[in-house]
C-alpha cells in the first residue's frame, strides 16, 4: 500500500520560532503535494500546495520545500504565531498502475502547538 | 471564496440503519472525493467520483456504500446497513477540471453509530 510518512507526530514551538514538518513518500509518480491545516471541528483546509517541477514555494510565512531524490517534502511555518496552533497534514496523490484520479493519501499528522 | 458544505454536521444513527450523508461541491468542479477520519487517526479515502461514476474507491468502500449525484449540486454518501466501526467524521472534497488539481474539504459530517 502506497505510504506516506509525516514527523514529528507533535511539535511544540515558542512564538516567533520556525516549525519543521517533514513528510516522505514511497512512490515516484505524482502530480502535485498539498498540505492541510485542521483546526478542530473543521474539515481540512487547503494550506499550500507544491508541484514536483519546483524546489521551493513560498507563501507568506508558509513554505514547502521538495527534494525529488530523497522522496521528501516539509513545511515550513516561520514566525510561527499561537494561531497557527492546529494539526497539519501532508498529503500526496498517489498513483498505482500508471492512473490516477486524485486519490489522496495522508501522513498522520503533527500537532503543532504555538505557545505565546 | 467558493466553498464545500456538509449537512448533516452530526448525525446520530442506531447501527443497522441507513444513513445519507449530503455535500454540495464547489459549484465548477467536477471531481469529488469522500474520506473519512476516525478520531485522533489521519484522513483516509473512500471514493472518487468523475463524469456520473465511480473512478476509484478503497477497501473500505464495501457493498454497504454508494455515492450519487442526483442532481446537478449535490452529491451524497449513503451507508445501507451501519456498523459501529463506521462512526467517523466524513469529508466531502472537490476539485477543479482534472483529477490532480487541489482538493477542497467541507467541515465534515460527524458520524455516531449506536
Known amino acids: 500500500q502506497q505510504q506516506v510518512k509525516q514527523s514529528p507526530q507533535s511539535l511544540i514551538v515558542q512564538k516567533g520560532g520556525i516549525s519543521i514538518i517533514n513528510c516522505a513518500y514511497e512512490?515516484?509518480?505524482?502530480?502535485?503535494f498539498p498540505w492541510y491545516q485542521q483546526f478542530p471541528g473543521k474539515g481540512p483546509a487547503l494550506l499550500i500546495a507544491?508541484?514536483?517541477?519546483?524546489s521551493e514555494k513560498k507563501e507568506g510565512r508558509f513554505t514547502i520545500s521538495f527534494n525529488k531524490s530523497a522522496k521528501q517534502f516539509s513545511l515550513h511555518i516561520m514566525d510561527s504565531q499561537p494561531g497557527d496552533s492546529a494539526t497539519y497534514f501532508c498529503?500526496?496523490?498517489?498513483?498505482?498502475?500508471?492512473?490516477?484520479?486524485?486519490?489522496?493519501?495522508f501522513g498522520q499528522g503533527t500537532i503543532l502547538t504555538v505557545h505565546p | 471564496e467558493p466553498e464545500v458544505t456538509q449537512t448533516p454536521s452530526h448525525q446520530v444513527t442506531q447501527m443497522g440503519q441507513e444513513v445519507i450523508l449530503r455535500c454540495v461541491p464547489i459549484?465548477?468542479?467536477?471531481?469529488f472525493y469522500w474520506y473519512r477520519q476516525i478520531l485522533g487517526q489521519k484522513v483516509e479515502f473512500l471514493v472518487s467520483?468523475?463524469?456520473?461514476?465511480?473512478?476509484?474507491k478503497s477497501e473500505i468502500f464495501d457493498d454497504q456504500f454508494s455515492v450519487e449525484r442526483p442532481d446537478g449540486s449535490n452529491f451524497t454518501l449513503k451507508i445501507r446497513s451501519t456498523k459501529l466501526e463506521d462512526s467517523a467524521m466524513y469529508f466531502c472534497?472537490?476539485?477543479?477540471?482534472?483529477?490532480?488539481?487541489?482538493?477542497?474539504f467541507g467541515d465534515g459530517t460527524r458520524l455516531s453509530i449506536l
Open positions: 472534497a472537490s476539485s477543479g477540471d482534472r483529477a490532480n488539481q487541489p482538493q477542497h
Open positions: 512512490n515516484t509518480a505524482f502530480d502535485y
Open positions: 507544491i508541484r514536483p517541477d519546483v
Open positions: 498529503a500526496a496523490p498517489l498513483i498505482a498502475g500508471g492512473t490516477s484520479y486524485g486519490k489522496l493519501t
Open positions: 459549484s465548477n468542479h467536477l471531481y
Open positions: 467520483f468523475y463524469n456520473n461514476e465511480i473512478s476509484e
